[in-house]
T-cell receptor, first 111, second 118 residues
């Protein structure tokens, strides 16, 4: 059983559409990170959220940490083909512990 | 500043053999973590080294081992390879040990070594 669940598993959309992907757990995390991984590369950190209810924006990407710090969402506005990749969330249950990763959402944005 | 480098990028081995993978962290980074990524299990933590000492370990058998040198470069070794060891092995470096210095740690990943066991 995965400590972190991500949905949807796969998502294929047209350029210009909006989308939201989710990261859920029954556990509370002290912090949560989102990564994007492109084929043949390692994951690249997009954001870290540490406060319940926190919202962070990175250009067209909006990240939210749930009030109870058990879940997070990533919203992309006006998706572009360059957004294509595997989106991974990773949570640390406590300081001093390493992050555990979710299985990822594979996004494909078609031109 | 150069990123995390991993060598080799691709490797093909047969069951029963052993393999050593290498990781050079970003200059100044003292923590190196290793992960295994497979389609079925996703990204799983193997171990973390800091100042030449293993500080954290994931739930993998003893066939998986590692070490870190005084220049922070790290190697990972897998002995008696099994078919299920086929995976992308990722190395990540960070300035400090996980959780120290205020909470969360930013990890920078290398491109990985794709290991295929036949």
């Amino acid at each position: 059983t995965q400590l972190l669940e991500q949905s949807p598993q796969f998502l294929s959309i047209q350029e210009g559409e909006n989308l939201t992907v989710y990261c859920n757990s029954s556990s509370v995390f002290s912090s949560l990170q989102w990564y994007r991984q492109e084929p043949g590369e390692g994951p690249v950190l997009l954001v870290t959220v540490v406060t319940g209810g926190e919202v962070k924006k990175l250009k067209r990407l909006t990240f939210q940490f749930g009030d109870a710090r058990k879940d997070s969402s990533l919203h992309i506005t006006a998706a572009q083909p360059g957004d294509t990749g595997l989106y991974l969330c990773a949570g640390a249950k406590d300081y001093g512990q390493n992050f555990v990763f979710g299985p990822g959402t594979r996004l494909s944005v078609l031109p | 500043k150069a990123g995390v480098t991993q060598t080799p990028r691709y490797l093909i081995k047969t069951r029963g053999q052993q393999v050593t993978l290498s990781c050079s962290p970003i200059s100044g980074h003292r923590s190196v973590s290793w992960y295994q990524q497979t389609p079925g299990q996703g990204l799983q933590f193997l171990f973390e080294y800091f100042s030449e000492t293993q500080r954290n370990k994931g739930n993998f058998p003893g066939r998986f081992s590692g070490r870190q040198f005084s220049n922070s470069r790290s190697e990972m070794n897998v002995s008696t390879l099994e078919l299920g060891d086929s995976a992308l092995y990722l190395c990540a470096s960070s300035l400090r040990l996980a959780g120290r210095g205020g909470g969360y740690n930013e990890q920078f990943f290398g491109p990985g070594t794709r290991l295929t066991v036949l």
